[in-house]
């Protein structure tokens, strides 16, 4: 089952990520979801209705007395003529307003009435969202039946850093399908996704490391679990939150990568976007190396197994789809077209990593090289590629 036919009641609250409401708006019209929106007064000091009614093509409600809209479609026929209604960005207040019951404009009055499910994806500071009163409030939903998709965790528009960012909305997409009993076109497929660096010590307070953030492959992970796929993240350290809807083995070393990736086959699919380190140190010390005075110790390097050439090599437990990340500073082309004949992988992802702030910023600008040749992308954000990345990947092991 898909999610095309489905109808979604979405209510735009109040709060600096209402801009995402836009882009699940595209997602969800892209999987032949119909959207209705409902725009709160406070939404609308950050989204105009005229955005959200030209990307749903539907007339967008915000008031509760408007004679118009009462007489076209009443606020009861309203929440009722959708399949799910879902608030999102879903802030503290809506959230407080939703746990007592009261109906004082129109979105709330429409969530008191509904009898369909509800999901709601919060996003707001930190401070707000730790506040007991927040926490108690998300606790009687979640007794009442209503899906909570999690805020993601980092720096904040209000310059602090923690909890409180609304969800990327392809993992918003993949919970409202779930919650639909929608599939999506990966529904039934694992994928293994590697993401992160590894950190290999060198004594108990010293590792060798690298400056990979994730951010790729995390956002990888999530738009493909949006598309309905189980998705395994073996993800080495890094400050990200686990996405929602996507089981997280954490590791260390490329060796516990490795093993990881190993415990999780067989999959359908395995995209190797982590920065494993490729060599660790010979001989790690039990205890923390001192200066002693005399010349620097002297590290051996042994080399790291290769996880992406492990899982291409042809077998019973090959992913019918084997997709490796090359990173180069120069030769794009010719580094990458070596690289995924190498490896034996069936895609390769290349980015040139030589400008300033792609490692661990927040755009990328890849060539994907496939068997049909080499296809370069425009300077696109991290979440894009993933979007784009995920419905290829779709294509083909669907
Ligand atoms: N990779 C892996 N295991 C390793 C090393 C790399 O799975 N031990 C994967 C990465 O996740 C990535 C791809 O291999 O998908 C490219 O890794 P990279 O280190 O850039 O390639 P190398 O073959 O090491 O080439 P070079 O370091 O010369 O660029």
Same mark, same amino acid.
């Given at each position: 089952?898909? &999610?095309? @036919?489905?109808?979604?009641?979405? #209510?735009? !609250?109040? @709060? ?21 929106? =409902? *725009? ?10 005229? !955005?959200?009614?030209?990307? !749903? ?20 026929? *309203? ?14 207040? #809506? ?29 707001? %500071? ?5 506040? /007991?009163?927040?926490?108690?409030? &998300?606790?009687?939903? /979640? +007794?009442? @039946? ?24 392809? =993992? ?14 990966? /529904? ?6 590697? !993401? ?17 953030? $994730? ?8 738009? &493909? ?49 982590? /920065? ?11 205890? +923390?190396?001192? +200066?002693? $005075? ?54 390769? =992802?290349?980015? %040139? ?12 600008? #890849? ?25 290829? #990947? ?5």
């Amino acid at each position: 089952m898909t &999610l095309a @036919g489905k109808r979604v009641l979405l #209510i735009v !609250s109040g @709060g600096i990520a209402a801009y995402k409401a836009l882009e699940l708006i595209r997602l969800l019209t892209k999987a032949g979801c119909g959207v209705r929106c =409902v *725009l709160t007064k406070a939404g609308a000091q950050f989204v105009t209705p005229l !955005s959200l009614q030209a990307l !749903s093509g539907e007339k967008v409600y915000t008031d509760l007395f408007s004679l118009t809209d009462e007489s076209e479609m009443g606020h009861i026929e *309203l929440s009722r003529a959708a399949d799910l209604v879902v608030v999102a960005p879903a802030s503290a207040d #809506i959230l407080a307003k939703m746990a007592a019951g009261l109906a004082d404009d129109l979105a709330t009055t429409l969530l008191l009435a509904t009898d369909k499910p509800v999901l709601a994806a919060p996003a707001m %500071n930190v401070r707000m969202w730790q506040h /007991a009163a927040t926490q108690a409030n &998300l606790e009687t939903l /979640a +007794k009442r @039946g209503v899906v909570i998709v999690p805020p993601d965790e980092g720096p904040m528009a209000c310059g602090e850093y923690g909890p409180g960012r609304l969800a990327e909305p392809p =993992v918003i997409l993949g919970a409202i399908a779930r919650a639909l009993g929608a599939g999506g076109p990966l /529904a039934g497929k694992h994928v293994i996704v590697t !993401s992160g660096p590894t950190h290999e010590p060198i004594d108990p307070v010293r590792y060798l490391g690298n400056r990979s953030s $994730g951010k790729q492959g995390h956002a990888i992970a999530a738009a &493909l679990a949006g598309l309905g796929a189980r998705v395994t993240l073996v993800s080495g350290p890094v400050t990200l939150s686990d996405p929602f809807g996507v089981k997280t083995v954490h590791v260390e070393t490329a060796i516990e990568m490795l093993n990881a990736v190993k415990a999780a086959l067989p999959a359908d699919a395995a995209i190797c976007a982590a /920065a494993v380190a490729d060599w660790r140190v010979a001989m790690q010390a039990d205890q +923390k190396i001192k +200066k002693t $005075g005399d010349a620097p110790p002297a590290l051996t390097l042994t080399e790291n197994p290769d996880i992406l050439h492990m899982l291409a090599a042809p077998g019973p437990q090959r992913p019918r789809l084997v997709v490796g990340f090359a990173a180069e500073t120069e030769h794009l082309f010719t580094h990458a077209a070596a690289k995924r004949a190498r490896k034996n992988c069936d895609w390769i =992802v290349a980015n %040139n990593v030589g400008g300033t702030g792609i490692m661990g910023g927040d755009m990328n600008e #890849i060539t994907l090289i496939t068997e049909a040749g080499a296809d370069v992308w425009p300077l696109m954000g991290k979440q894009d590629v993933a979007i784009k990345l995920a419905a290829l #990947i779709a294509q083909e092991v669907s």
